[in-house]
């Protein structure tokens, strides 16, 4: 129910511009109201079509200050890889509104880039802006604040890693998420703490059933030498990653993704032992 809610948030959130031109009438801004109509015009077309381009040029001749059209432009860069076309008009977008683009652009940054360091600049100054609650990634796998962590953790601050996720879990305790428990568990299986590991892979096993997350389960038994529940839990883990029940993105790796060739090779450890 929770990722239907943030799937349907989402939607609405990718629409509401195009639909909600009138508050620009409304607060006297007729510009931006011809720039966001124009925009909408855009939205009839895919988003790598030339038409789809120009209409958002047009919104942008405008209006140059219509932010709206640099974010929109952006976006078929960004899925098709040309990042340097990309760059310029998120920038300008976030330049313009950085309440609305900052976080996304912070994302993105981590995202498609591992830009970790750009990514956490630009999230914690989103933080410093908006001074509340600063919402999921675009695709709604990740609060930003875990992203952040993630980040952390790529630059070498497994324990500021750890006290954000941890502090994000203490004040959303009735928000699961899709993988917090099992970042969470790598932390601290890379720290060599396997029981405290093993105790977030549990929880995230209830609320997001990964072949990855079977796989660090085996391995933390193996580390506490419980050798017949570690042969138990990579066989699962094989089986479940067929099965599909694995971390996936249509565009990036996750971080911190496990994948099948490792499986096999812990599988082919434990025939050994």
């Known amino acids: 129910m929770r990722i239907f809610i943030i799937c349907l948030c989402l939607f609405f959130t990718s629409n509401l511009f ?37 209409l958002l040029d047009e919104a942008i001749a405008i209006d140059s200050t219509y932010d709206n059209a640099y974010w ?4 078929a860069y960004l899925k098709s890889g ?23 652009r912070g994302w993105c940054r981590y995202q498609f880039f591992r830009d970790y360091k750009g990514a956490i600049k630009d999230i914690e100054e989103f933080e410093s802006l908006l001074k509340d609650d600063v919402g999921y990634c675009q695709n709604g796998d990740y609060h930003l604040l875990i992203a952040k962590a993630i980040c952390y953790k ?29 970042h969470l568990g790598v932390l601290y299986f890379e720290k060599g703490e396997y029981r405290q590991a093993l105790s977030n892979f549990k929880k995230q096993e209830e609320s997001n059933k990964l072949a990855d997350n079977k796989y660090y389960i085996a391995m933390c038994y193996k580390q506490l030498n419980n050798i017949i529940k570690y042969k138990e839990e990579i066989v699962q883990a094989k089986k479940m990653f067929e099965e599909g029940y694995l971390m996936h993105d249509p565009y990036t790796h996750h971080y911190d993704k496990v994948y099948l060739s490792q499986i096999i090779e812990e599988l082919d450890r434990s025939k050994q032992i």
């Open 72 to 75: 929109a432009k952006s976006i």
């Open 18 to 54: 195009a639909q909600n031109c009138d508050a620009y009438k409304w607060e006297g801004d007729l510009k931006k109201y011809e720039a966001c109509k124009k925009q909408k015009e855009a939205y009839q077309f895919y988003q790598f079509k030339k038409e789809y381009q120009e």
């Open 82 to 104: 040309d990042f340097l076309s990309w760059k310029p008009l998120i920038d300008k977008a976030v330049e313009l509104n950085p309440k609305m683009h900052l976080g996304y």
């Open 154 to 182: 790529a630059i070498g601050e497994n324990d500021r890693a750890i006290k954000i996720i941890e502090d994000y879990l203490e004040n959303n305790d009735d928000e699961s998420d899709l993988f917090n428990f099992y």
